[in-house]
């Protein structure tokens, strides 16, 4: 199972209802270079419809080019194996194989301001709002005390 080609599958399939269930059931078989080899029973049963509607939807994947079939069931017992494709050209990032984009996705412009003050460079009293001499304590008023 493959997040990155199932997120790809989540963002990027064109897909709706039952054959959409059916490209995110491939998808989770699929491994990070979206190859799988589930039988169309499994596959049905995952997207929870019949397996009818999953070989039509495996089809229309093939002919949209969404879906390569790299190697046809030999009969009973064995599955047919397939690659999950986009049909556009695929640039180096589409299915995020190669880079992680919290590390190598774009900087942020400009980086937070340091605008964080020191309490011990705090000029006034925090109990009254006096301002405060360095080194020498004060008599507040709303501590009714003397501070420093």
Known sequence: MSIKIMSWVWDNSPYEGKALL??????????????CWPNQESI??????????VRTTVR?????GFLEIVQQSRG???STRYQLKSPKP??????????????DGPKPPNPSPKNRQEPS????????????????????????????
């Open 90 to 103: 695929l640039g180096p990032n589409d299915l995020g194989l190669s880079e992680n984009p919290q590390i």
């Open 44 to 53: 049905a049963k995952k997207a929870r419809c019949s397996v009818e509607t």
């Open 121 to 148: 460079i705090n000029t006034k009293c925090a109990y009254c709002n006096v301002k405060l001499t360095p080194g020498k304590a004060h008599n507040c008023s709303a501590m009714n005390m003397r501070i420093g």
């Open 76 to 78: 009973r017992g064995d």
């Open 22 to 35: 059916v490209h995110l059931a491939l998808a989770d078989w699929a491994g990070d270079h979206g190859v």
């Open 60 to 64: 229309s994947m093939e002919r949209d």
